[in-house]
Structure formats: structure tokens, C-alpha cells
């Protein structure tokens, strides 16, 4: 998850090379490739999987609508109200909403845990996207009131179909469906919703060979290895701890363009990027597990009692 997070973070420094590319080809180019190349790999897996899929149409439906319109709305989120605040709109947003989704769909409890490093990493992406926002708004001057709160509703259906499409591949591979096939299915198929996108609006990402190799990286590394690598790991975690994890994006995000765009970091985004890292710290450390107590049978007075002795090395769990 976090090595899908890292590949995530890169696509904001990659689109600087592309800038006449508009945020719908990103979009389209991104997620409807590289949900069509995992398809194509995951083939073999998804015919013979089929009857299962099958099986669970209803969530597969929901996962490809959320994956066609999950970059529509955020690379236009990011577009209107700003990439700072786009970014901590929809990104910040969808692990409260996947833990919204498991709390009705699944009867889920959140954990202490996941509240400690939920309210770690959201409030170290506000500040972080706060200072980088304090620096845009000073270089380039104060969008209208209008393409700011469009972009913050835009944000909030992109954090929303993010969790979406998290939980519905997690939900088939719960349902005995291996990751390759479920991601394949929910990816390739939204996939093809967002050919018509890209046919209408990628004409850019052929003008030069610098604007294609753009859009050939973004499909392959972030869009295609990254979500491979998410799948893998929604097959080991919960939908509401894999978007949470997914805060480390916006971070990679800001010390890459701090490092080769040239861009400058104010103090308290630094502080926001540390406090991501704790909410990574808490949400990945090792759970420490409680050994089940020795059951053991004595006789007393003729009769069997059974006790119950902790064992050496007991530990409470958190």
C-alpha cells in the first residue's frame, strides 16, 4: 500500500512535463489504460473466475462506475480549486468515507487505532496542503468563490468513489476472488468508460513526444504497478486502512516538487509531512496479540475443576 502511495505521489511532478495537457486526458489517460493493461493481464484469471464475478455483479457495477468517475473528478478538482487543496479535499476525504462505507455495508467498528492515525494523517495533509495552498494562492492570485466550491464538491466525489471502488475490490477478494481478477474486472471495465473521455480530449498527449511519454508513464507506473500493488494489498487490509495509507501521497507529492520542480515548502507543511509519517507509524507498527489462557483440569475432593492460568510472556493487547 505504501509503495503504491509513493508511485501515486509522482503523477502531480510528471504532469508538470505534460502542461498543455488538460486534467480530463490525465485523467482518462491514467486510470483508462491502466485499468485496460490490467485486464489484459488479469485475462486468463478473470475467465476462469467469471461465475464468480458473475456472481457479485451489483459490486462490480458500483466499483467500474467509481473508477470511470474517480479521475474525472479529481484531476478537475484539483484544477478548480488548486492542486493543494483538490488533493486534500479528495484524498483527505475518502478514508472517512471508507470507514462510513464498512460501518453501513459491513457493520465494521473503527479502531482506536485507525482514529489515532486517521486524525494524525488528516491533520498533517490539511496542513501540508495549507502551506502549499499559502504559496499558490501568493504566485498566481485568488481563484473565484464559484471554481472553489465546485472544486471542493468535485474533491468530495472523488474521496467518495475512491472509497467506493476500494471497498468493492475488497469486498470480491473477500469473497473468494483473487486480487488480479477482481482488480482487472473493476479496473478494465471503468477502463472502458474512460475511452471516450480520452478519445475527446487527449489530443494534446500526441502533439510531442515529451507530452506522450507523460501519459505512457502515468498509465504504466502509477496507474497500472500501483494499483497491482493495491490490490495486493486489499487482500491483507481493510478498505478504510488502505485509502488512510494513501495519505502518504499528497507528502510524496510535496517533497517532489520541492526537490525537482523547484517548488518551496513553508515550515508547517514540513510539520504536516512528519505528522503522515506518524499516522503510517501507527497504522503499520505490529499488533501485539493476547496468548489464550492454559486450560488445566486439577481434582479436588473427588471432583474435576478446571482453571485457567495465563501464560509466561502474557500481554495485553491494545
Known sequence: MLVASVLWGTTGTAATFAPAVGPLAIGAVAMGLGGLLQALVAAPRI???????????????????????YPLAFYSSMRLA???????????????????????????????????????????????????????HSASGARSAGETVLGVGLGLVAGLTYALYSWAAHRLISRGVTSGAAMGTVFGLGGLLLLPVLLATGGPLLASWSNAA??????????????VLFG????????????TLSLLEPAVAAVLAVLVVGERLPLPGWAGIALVVGCLAVLTMPTRTTARPRATVTRVDGAARTDTAAPAGHVESP
Open 47 to 69: 475467465r476462469r473466475e467469471a461465475p464468480r464475478l458473475r456472481a457479485h455483479k451489483g459490486v462490480v457495477l458500483l466499483g467500474l462506475l467509481s473508477v470511470g468517475a
Open 82 to 136: 488548486g492542486v493543494a487543496v483538490g488533493t486534500v479535499v479528495s484524498i483527505g476525504s475518502a478514508p472517512l468515507a471508507s470507514a462510513l462505507i464498512e460501518r453501513v455495508a459491513d457493520g465494521h467498528r473503527l479502531t482506536r487505532r485507525w482514529t489515532t492515525g486517521a486524525a494524525l494523517g488528516l491533520t498533517g495533509t490539511v496542513m501540508l496542503c495549507a502551506a502549499e495552498a499559502s504559496g499558490a
Open 214 to 227: 507523460v501519459g505512457i508513464y502515468m498509465a504504466l507506473v502509477p496507474m497500472f504497478a500501483g494499483y
Open 232 to 243: 495486493w494489498g486489499l487482500a491483507h487490509v481493510p478498505a478504510s486502512t488502505a485509502t
